[in-house]
């Protein structure tokens, strides 16, 4: 049981659909939840279908087959191991089978009593095409089982047997009854038998006539050593219909038991199929390849779906973050337009301003220059011209005699040497240039003005 985390056992009626799910845990299977369901309503897809988890949570599907489809026999086999029972039954199937054996589904179960050095096994037979069908109406419900069971099996499974005797499990619909009927001599299940009766009038008579006939068959095969004891298992309302009709005298006794209710007996089979011990299936090969077939690409089409969805979903996140930058910088952009206007005509003030700022300075620069040559020109040297060139060097233009040239350098070198608020008024005086002109010499000073805030 170890193998499934849970199991869900379905059986199939025509009023109605019964759905258990258990859950395995502490090596047992425990119920968890009922479902009933008609016929044409679906069934819970979240209990019935099989996913992704499923790859590692597993979980058994068991349907219930209608007992009134099938055939059950029982055989006496050589005990042995479970590849050669499958064998020896196999062998026998012509002889069991009441249809041809390419026509049939059948598997087996081995009882855990024994007689000897025999092992009995009761041996379930079905109609494939009564399977298929069954199997096509699961299929339309969602529901694809990994076993097919027969629930009587268990219940006969849940039967105390303490001696010898017949055991009878009937049940009933609107317009006839059934009953299979188990035979225990011995130690060991000797016939199994499944009976259907007629209307209500004629059921005693057809149920004694058919046992009577069992009785003798089991006198001529030699098993029936004792007078048979009868054991009816069935729920009270329908074992005061079933018990007067086993009565054939007044002193006969009928042991009467209480049969096991549906979600003990689908517990029983949960716990029975789980099983570890290897096992048959009446679910046909190929049925059973196509479910897990299924399954995978169920798995795959999932899986590329759900990449399909999370590549749409990046793609729909690129997208909608694009468009919201977008949206931001269109937004950016026209506040953008809306403020160039004032820009331009921030910078047309500032261009103005540095304009004003640089007339200023180079008022303030030549008043300066004026002041310096005024004070700090010797009085052998006579001015004739100060002006700027491009507002950047000052030229300072002069006359003096043929011995007094030495003046015209040390003037020079006293204008690179003037301060003016902490900061030299030039950043670069050249050499002075002198002309001879007759007697007089023609002097030209160049200063590079250092432009810096005179104010």
């Known amino acids: 049981m170890a193998r499934w985390h849970s199991c869900n056992v379905l059986y199939a009626g025509t009023k109605t659909r019964q759905l258990w799910q258990f859950h395995a845990a502490n090596g047992d299977f425990t119920l968890n939840r009922e479902e009933t369901r008609l016929p044409a309503e679906p069934l819970p897809p979240k209990i019935v279908n099989k996913e992704w988890h499923n790859l590692w949570n597993r979980t058994l599907n068991i349907a219930w087959l209608p007992m009134d489809k099938v055939f059950l026999r029982v055989v006496q086999l050589p005990a042995s191991d479970f590849s050669e029972t499958v064998a020896m039954v196999e062998f026998q199937l012509e002889k069991l089978s009441p249809l041809p054996v390419a026509q049939i589904v059948w598997g087996f179960e081995l ?32 529901y694809l089982a990994d076993q097919l069971e027969v629930p009587f099996i268990d219940q006969l499974f849940a039967s105390k047997i303490e001696e010898d005797g017949v055991w009878l499990y009937p049940w009933s619909s609107e317009d006839s ?31 004694r006539e058919q046992l009577a006939q069992m009785t003798w068959a089991g006198e001529l095969e030699g098993w029936l050593t004792s007078r048979p004891r009868w054991h009816l298992v069935a729920e ?83 997208f909608g973050t694009l468009e919201y930058f977008k949206f931001n910088f269109r937004k950016i952009e026209k506040e953008a337009r809306a403020r160039q206007a004032e820009y331009s005509e921030a910078q047309k003030l500032k261009a103005r301003m540095e304009v004003l700022r640089d007339q200023l300075d180079l008022q303030y620069a030549a008043l300066e220059s004026w002041k310096t040559a005024a004070e700090m020109m010797p009085e052998e040297l006579t001015l004739e ?20 040239q030495a003046r015209v350098t040390a003037f020079t070198e ?7 608020k902490g900061q030299p008024l030039f950043s670069r005086v050249a050499l002075p240039s002198m002309t001879v002109r007759g007697a007089n010499v023609v002097w030209t000073i160049v200063a590079e003005l250092k432009r810096t805030d005179l104010r």
């Not at 009593?113 to 109609?127: F, H, M, N, R, Y």
């Open 111 to 142: 009882l855990p009593q024994k007689a000897g050095d025999l092992q009995t096994a009761i041996v379930v037979i079905a109609a494939r095409n009564f399977v298929e069908e069954f199997l096509g109406q699961l299929e339309g419900q969602g």
């Open 385 to 404: 011209s100060l002006s700027f060139e491009k507002g950047q060097n000052l030229r300072i233009t002069g006359t003096t005699s043929l011995d007094d």
């Open 177 to 207: 009854a059934s009953c299979l009927v188990a035979w225990w001599y011995g130690g060991a299940l000797r016939n199994l038998t499944l009976m259907h009766l007629g209307p209500s009038e004629n059921r005693a008579h057809l149920l």
């Open 236 to 318: 009270e309302d329908l074992a005061k219909v079933w018990e007067p009709m086993l009565r054939t005298d007044l002193d006969q006794h009928v042991d009467l038991a209480r049969p096991v209710n549906g979600p003990q007996l689908a517990a029983l089979t949960a716990r029975r199929v789980a099983a570890p011990a290897p096992r048959t299936n009446l679910l046909p090969p190929e049925f059973s390849a196509r479910y897990r077939q299924q399954f995978i690409d169920r798995l795959w089409m999932r899986g590329v779906g759900a990449l399909v969805l999370l590549y749409l979903a990046g793609v729909i996140v690129y």
């Open 414 to 420: 006293e204008l690179s040497k003037v301060v003016v």
